[in-house]
């Protein structure tokens, strides 16, 4: 079985130095980039059914700048076989439609049982490339996941998706492409022989021509929408600091909810 | 006729959901103007009564009939009726709720279409060169407005961000019929499950009672659900809580949970770490309690408590109950 995982690396949310450059885009330089969380999810459940299955190799594919790499030894170091990196200086500024016609794109060149990616970024939380990729590569989309369970001699793939009151059981032919959430489980921690092991795995490099991209259809040039302006939050109020016993407490905080028309 | 189109998502029990009736609300106050017309779009097996709530918000509706739904998953076959449609009468703006289904609808409905998408809107104005979307990002660090290039895209509304208030007059309903085969492959539900917790959603609660490690283990949310019960909320959880297995992942908010919008966060011996901060911080009132009065969450809550949780959420409870009885 062959797993392809879209990793993405995200400024680190805990490093607080998110920030946007003067042109309105992500300033990179100013935090390190993480794995996105969600991704490790997926990528654990990878690990754990190429391990169960005995054979197999997971693939991570990663639309990035050029210093992925660094980011990416992350998680092969965590158990994946192999990376593949599309990069290009047109496709500075791609928006979510280019992000997912570019990965689109690049699935074509790669052969696959199954394709994961986290539900949503925690840069860009729009949570609309894999169901834009799963649309454009015409494959059979399940979403939400809190299982996955492949079932290699039917060559299906079910999965339980989390829903506003419960669970659907999806059931699809391989391959397909499933988004994926916590609910898969935590992600390992890279030991130290993975993290050697890392070092000397292939990462290979696409560019916009190897994929049949045309530059001008992504980046900057080829974007749907633009950030027009920006602006720190309004600060919230002084905080109350109420150290009162717990009765008095109760009171206060029922007198400040009355005040808000809360309660 | 162009104009703005907002797409109306149906509730497995077939009503409107309450996340439709905010971006229909936002719909028609991008088009106050009066230049624009409002449509709402409601796709799936039994789409009337959900397109008859819709219509109490906006003056046309089109209800399109589509069996498939009905046992298959929705948004990949909804995104494709859309697109149909959107193709033969061009509106400049598709509103889409910002939740899971609409997340999986706006992707693909985006990459069918090509229309770019401003994602997790709070706030959206109309201006000549189109709409502008407000957005909250870097988990609240930082407030941005974004536009569509062409003046034309999708834009997903996070819950929570207006309140839903019905038109003064009721508008029409118009049938549409399905047009043409569905290309992409279609997913089937072989079986649903019920949550694994009768909790309510945290979604588009008004009010959320939220416990972290602090609540020290299963037991503890007994009280934290008191809480929510009295103050007619639904209950969170951090990502520690979630992951000690003291409650459901379907209530955890955070950085890989859920985003809430609140008008009451109540945070019982959560210490605000960046991580859960991302998910709660808009709330409109945030109250703390906490033993550490150092804890991250004294800096942007409204009002801290400092003491046990345990025992000021009792006092708590027991003034509640004295109010409503």
């Known amino acids: 079985?062959?797993?392809?995982?879209?990793?993405?690396?995200?400024?680190?949310?805990?490093?607080?130095?998110?920030?946007?450059?003067?042109?309105?885009?992500?300033?990179?330089?100013?935090?390190?980039?993480?794995?996105?969380?969600?991704?490790?999810?997926?990528?654990?459940?990878?690990?754990?059914?190429?391990?169960?299955?005995?054979?197999?190799?997971?693939?991570?594919?990663?639309?990035?700048?050029?210093?992925?790499?660094?980011?990416?030894?992350?998680?092969?170091?965590?158990?994946?076989?192999?990376?593949?990196?599309?990069?290009?200086?047109?496709?500075?500024?791609?928006?979510?439609?280019?992000?997912?016609?570019?990965?689109?794109?690049?699935?074509?060149?790669?052969?696959?049982?199954?394709?994961?990616?986290?539900?949503?970024?925690?840069?860009?939380?729009?949570?609309?490339?894999?169901?834009?990729?799963?649309?454009?590569?015409g494959l059979p989309f399940l979403s939400y996941a809190a299982t996955i369970e492949p079932d290699a001699a039917a060559q299906t793939v079910r999965v339980r998706r989390i829903t506003a009151d419960g669970f659907e059981v999806l059931e699809a032919p391989m391959p397909a492409i499933i988004s994926g959430t916590q609910a898969l489980g935590e992600p390992r921690y890279p030991s130290l022989k993975g993290i050697m092991a890392a070092r000397s795995k292939e990462i290979t490099t696409l560019s916009l021509a190897d994929i049949g991209i045309e530059p001008s259809a992504v980046g900057v040039d080829g974007a749907t929408t633009k950030v027009t302006d920006w602006r720190a939050p309004a600060p919230r109020g002084a905080t109350e600091v109420v150290r009162e016993a717990p009765d008095e407490a109760a009171k206060r905080i029922v007198t400040l909810l009355a005040e808000r028309r809360i309660i | 006729m162009a104009g703005i189109w907002v797409h109306g998502e149906i509730a497995r029990d077939g009503s409107l959901t309450k996340l439709s009736t905010e971006a229909a609300t936002l719909a028609r106050s991008i088009a106050a103007d009066g230049a624009?017309?409002?449509?709402?779009?409601?796709?799936?097996?039994?789409?009337?009564?959900?397109?008859?709530?819709?219509?109490?918000?906006?003056?046309?509706?089109?209800?399109?009939?589509?069996?498939?739904?009905a046992d298959h998953a929705a948004g990949m076959i909804v995104a494709q009726r859309l697109a149909t449609l959107v193709a033969e009468r061009q509106p400049d703006v598709i509103l889409i709720g910002a939740g899971p289904e609409g997340r999986d609808l706006a992707g693909a409905l985006s990459a069918l279409t090509g229309l770019g998408v401003l994602a997790n809107a709070t706030a959206v104005r109309a201006t000549s060169d189109g709409p502008v979307a407000t957005h909250s990002v870097f988990g609240g660090k930082l407030i941005t407005e974004s536009a569509l290039v062409s003046g034309n895209g999708i834009i997903t509304v996070r819950p929570n961000s207006v309140t839903a208030e019905p038109a003064g007059t009721a508008g029409s309903v118009e049938v549409v019929a399905a047009a043409g085969d569905l290309a992409q492959p279609a997913v089937p539900i072989v079986e649903r499950l019920p949550a694994e917790s009768k909790a309510a959603s945290i979604?588009?609660?008004?009010?959320?009672?939220?416990?972290?490690?602090?609540?020290?283990?299963?037991?503890?949310?007994?009280?934290?659900?008191?809480?929510?019960?009295?103050?007619?909320?639904?209950?969170?959880?951090?990502?520690?809580?979630?992951?000690?297995?003291?409650?459901?992942?379907?209530?955890?908010?955070?950085?890989?949970?859920?985003?809430?919008?609140?008008?009451?966060?109540?945070?019982?011996?959560?210490?605000?770490?960046?991580?859960?901060k991302v998910g709660m911080q808009t709330a409109s009132t945030i109250v703390a309690v906490n033993r550490d009065p150092d804890?991250?969450?004294?800096?942007?809550?409204?009002?801290?408590?400092?003491?046990?949780l345990v025992e000021v959420g009792q006092a708590l409870l027991a003034e509640l109950r004295a109010r409503s009885g």
Request: glycine share 12%; hydrophobic share 50%; aromatic share 4%.
């Open chain 1, 1 to 137: 079985m062959r797993i392809v995982v879209l990793t993405k690396p995200v400024p680190d949310p805990a490093s607080g130095g998110e920030r946007l450059g003067p042109d309105g885009r992500l300033d990179r330089a100013n935090s390190p980039a993480v794995v996105n969380g969600n991704d490790e999810y997926v990528l654990e459940k990878a690990l754990k059914l190429i391990e169960a299955a005995g054979e197999g190799e997971v693939i991570l594919l990663t639309m990035a700048p050029a210093t992925a790499p660094e980011t990416m030894r992350k998680a092969l170091a965590m158990g994946a076989t192999r990376g593949v990196l599309v990069s290009d200086p047109a496709l500075a500024g791609s928006d979510t439609v280019a992000t997912a016609r570019v990965l689109a794109a690049a699935l074509s060149t790669l052969s696959f049982d199954l394709v994961f990616a986290g539900v949503d970024t925690s840069d860009g939380t729009a949570g609309v490339v894999a169901p834009g990729v799963a649309a454009l590569a």
């Open chain 2, 36 to 69: 624009r017309e409002v449509t709402g779009v409601v796709i799936g097996a039994e789409p009337a009564a959900a397109a008859e709530a819709l219509a109490e918000f906006v003056p046309r509706v089109l209800a399109l009939t589509e069996p498939m739904t």
């Open chain 2, 203 to 276: 979604d588009d609660a008004r009010i959320i009672v939220a416990g972290g490690r602090g609540v020290g283990g299963p037991e503890g949310f007994g009280l934290i659900s008191d809480l929510a019960a009295a103050l007619g909320g639904a209950v969170g959880a951090t990502r520690a809580a979630v992951d000690s297995g003291w409650i459901p992942y379907s209530q955890q908010i955070g950085q890989t949970g859920k985003i809430v919008k609140p008008q009451l966060y109540l945070a019982m011996g959560i210490s605000g770490a960046i991580q859960h």
């Open chain 2, 295 to 308: 804890a991250p969450i004294a800096d942007f809550a409204d009002m801290i408590v400092i003491g046990d």
